[in-house]
């Protein structure tokens, strides 16, 4: 009996009529075990069917092939399940009972073991991608590009939150300093403009003159209008047009000079992610601060302490000229160590006085003669 309702399962799974097996009854050796659910599921582009074992506190999920699938039917028919039930989509089969009745559903479930991907990148037919080196020609992406992708996925997951509530009719020019080799600013441009359907004029300022010729070949070749790159430094580019700065990476203290570019064009929006802290922790070493020496004798705390308060101060700063500001973990540190973000939203409200106080005060406490974010500012 067992065997041939193991054999109607092997045929409805061949035949793609499968929807789910379900086994309960349990009086085994595992009090804790109360039913298995079996579906069919893509693993790898390869068809597998799925085991969620329910106990009282936990599911335990596990993937197996077809044989594999059989063979630990039949063991758990005979070791302790008294009852089960396939669900095809032209039949429902109960056992012990061999009773088949009318389909309980009538379509086949879609086999995918993970949900669907919401990815705000698009892969499929983007030729900046594939030159870029993330992708193949059909838009799936490279396995050493993985990391890369998911970064350049969340930045523009976290820029369209903020930029939904921006005009969609009015032009908005964005500045990505120290772009490199393009890899946001083309995710971000292709969004603005094939999603989100905003006029946006994307600008990526990059020293490299070589990245400079490619990406705007790239931006050519992709039919990007709007999208440009321009050979330059941080510091010395004229942002004052700029309603969203954006500064990815930018070591040390060019990422002082990119804010205080956006403060100093009024952006109504500056999102940087910073990458390393020499200035400050030039200082902090230099005070030899006793208090505080239990930490700042290991040079790994040395390193973490100096980005906190670098980052802590730019954010005071960034509140001194009147901009809400937000500081958080973009994306896992399995992804890139650098992974910090700063955003800032013009408030109009800042609270100069008090926060000059505090910025005084983390300064004394810290040895620290000046941020150089003061001086790009003139605080």
Known sequence: ????????????????TFVRLSLGGYKGADDTLKKIVVRPVIIKREEKLS???????KDIVKNYDLPETLALIEQYLKGGF???????????????AMKKSA???????????????????QTEGRKYLQD????????????????????????????????????????????????GKGYLTFALYDYLHGTAGMNAVVTGVEYRPDLVSLCNLIAHDSGFGGLSFVEGTIENF????????????????????AIAKGIAAKADLIVVAPCCHKQIRRE????????????????????R???MVTDGIRALVLEHFGYDVKVFEFISDAHTPKNVMIVAQKSGSGKREAVREKIAKVKKDFGISRHYLEKATGL
């Open 82 to 96: 008294g009852t089960a039930t396939l669900f095809s989509t032209e039949f429902d089969l109960s056992y012990p």
């Open 132 to 179: 870029l080196n993330i992708t193949d020609s059909k838009g799936n992406v490279f396995k050493n590009a993985q990391d890369k992708f998911k970064q350049i996925d969340k930045y523009v997951e976290i820029l369209a939150g903020l930029v939904k509530d921006f005009p969609k009719g009015k032009a908005i020019n964005i500045v990505d300093m120290g772009a």
């Open 51 to 57: 085991f969620t074992y329910s106990h009282k506190t």
């Open 284 to 303: 902090m070493e230099a005070s030899k601060n006793q208090s505080l020496d239990f930490l700042l004798r290991f040079g790994t705390f040395m390193e």
């Open 305 to 307: 302490q100096a980005e």
């Open 1 to 16: 009996m067992a065997k041939d309702f193991i054999s109607t399962i092997a045929e409805t799974f061949r035949n793609g």
């Open 238 to 257: 004229d942002a004052s047009h700029a309603n969203i700065l954006i500064a990815l990476h930018a070591c040390d203290t060019a990422t002082d000079d």
């Open 103 to 121: 389909p309980s559903v009538s379509e086949a479930p879609q086999k995918s073991h993970d949900r669907a991907k919401n990815r705000h990148v």
